[in-house]
């Protein structure tokens, strides 16, 4: 009996010393298990002895993990690429009104260069936009505000969004600066038409009107009269056609047929036309031309016209017994074609503004025009690359250059 029971002891013994092997050493592997998983997951064992099918498990829920991470990275990188190159400012404010996230656009729009941990007010600086925004906050909904900062010249709208979940908002800025000196230029563009089609249109009613009166039956009158509204009538067509270029130039209407051209061929076919005006106005035109320009790719008759309405100034602001002289020479990469004249010259102040549409120094002075020449002249030049800016000494004469580049 006793040696039964020294046997049965001894076998659970051996039984229970297994068991607690086999417990200690499995506690051994999973430890050592899961410090790989802590430490280096990417070279998870599949091959846990007594363990397969949880480290398979495992293993593939990490498949799962890594896929979801890198269709996560990749969103992410899309999101910043786009919130990078967006134009519009875009900032993510917390609930304490300070930027979680600001975009490249917004930090060059409020002119700064760090807005993370910036409170709200700070990078608005402007009272207004602050006012929205805390609206927003306060309203749970959106809002939006435009104004105008005089100091930096700009025209700002801000949108603010409640975010309903963390309690801060999302602040889209654009920059409308430019939509706003469009619809300016428009506006002023109507008013200046309107008031240049004025003039020519009361001195027709008033020449009708005298001819109506009488004057009409006067052998001396009569012609004359009818001579100045034949002029006017002219000055109006001009005008109406002027525009017309302007705003087919402008609207990229216009299509340059651009061919091989020698810059002499150019700039005699346009003296040529416009000798007879200078030698009526009492002035000399002459053409000089360095030898073995290369040639350029214009369009001849758009630049043509170009030369043409700069000759036609050059004429009609200089004073009989004076000089025009064209010149053309090679710049860096181009050719620079001036138009000079000894005539009476543009004041400092306007040489910046002659380019403008409707723009003339000074409208007594000029006579007929409408201020237009010029404008379409930069179009055509700008149309094909090129750069034209003029040079003046009040009183003693202007030049107009531009360059046509070679390529
Ligand atoms: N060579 C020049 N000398 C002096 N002033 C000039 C000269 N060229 C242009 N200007 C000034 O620039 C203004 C604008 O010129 P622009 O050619 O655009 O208009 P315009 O000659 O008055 O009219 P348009 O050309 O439409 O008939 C002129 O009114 C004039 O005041
Ligand atoms: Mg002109």
């Not at 020479?329 to 620079?336: D, I, L, Q, T, Y």
């Amino acid at each position: 009996m006793n040696s039964f029971l020294l046997v049965f002891s001894l076998v659970l013994f051996f039984v229970a010393a297994w068991f607690a092997w086999r417990y200690y050493d499995l506690k051994k592997r999973i430890s050592g298990y899961a410090n790989i998983i802590r430490n280096r997951p990417e070279n998870l064992p599949t091959d846990l002895k007594g363990f397969e099918d949880l480290s398979n498990a495992i293993a593939s829920l990490q498949t799962t993990f890594d896929l979801q991470l890198s269709a996560l990275d990749s969103d992410n990188a899309k999101l910043s690429a786009i919130l990078d190159q967006l134009t519009d400012g875009v900032m993510i404010a917390d609930a304490n009104g300070f930027i979680q996230f600001a975009n490249p656009a917004a930090q060059k729009l409020f002119e700064i260069s760090n807005a993370l941990g910036s409170s709200v007010t700070e990078i608005l600086r402007n009272h207004q936009l602050v006012d929205a925004w805390r609206r927003c906050q306060q309203t749970g909904e959106m809002q939006s505000e435009s104004v105008e900062l005089p100091a930096r010249r700009q025209f700002l709208q801000l949108i603010a969004i409640p975010d309903t979940h963390a309690g801060g908002s999302l602040l889209l800025a654009q920059d409308l600066t430019r939509v706003r000196r469009l619809e300016t230029v428009r506006r002023d563009f109507i008013s200046n038409v309107s008031h240049e089609l004025r003039t020519p249109l009361a001195s027709l009613k008033a020449l009708t009107e005298t001819l109506q009166s009488g004057a009409l039956s006067d052998p001396e009158a009569g012609p004359r009269f009818l001579g100045r509204i034949s002029t006017e009538v002219d000055a109006l067509t001009q005008m109406a056609q002027e525009l017309l270029d302007l705003s087919r130039i402008e609207s990229g209407q216009v299509e340059l047929i651009l061919a091989p051209l020698t810059p002499k061929s150019l700039v005699t076919s346009a003296a040529d036309r416009m000798r007879m005006q200078a030698e009526r106005a009492g002035l000399k035109l002459s053409v000089k031309c360095e030898d073995n320009l290369p040639n350029i790719r214009a369009d001849k008759s758009r630049l043509e016209q170009v030369l043409v309405n700069l000759i036609h100034n050059a004429v009609k602001f200089t004073r009989p017994g004076g000089e025009v002289s064209l010149e053309t020479e090679s710049a860096n990469g181009g050719v620079r074609f001036a138009v000079r004249d000894s005539g009476v010259g543009i004041p400092a102040e306007s040489l910046s503004r002659i380019f403008e549409r409707f723009y003339r120094v000074d409208k007594s002075r000029t006579g007929s025009g409408t201020g237009l020449g010029l404008s379409i002249s930069k179009h055509i030049i700008e149309a094909h690359g090129g750069k034209i800016w003029a040079e003046s000494n009040e009183g003693r004469g202007s030049t107009f250059y531009f360059v046509i580049p070679l390529n």
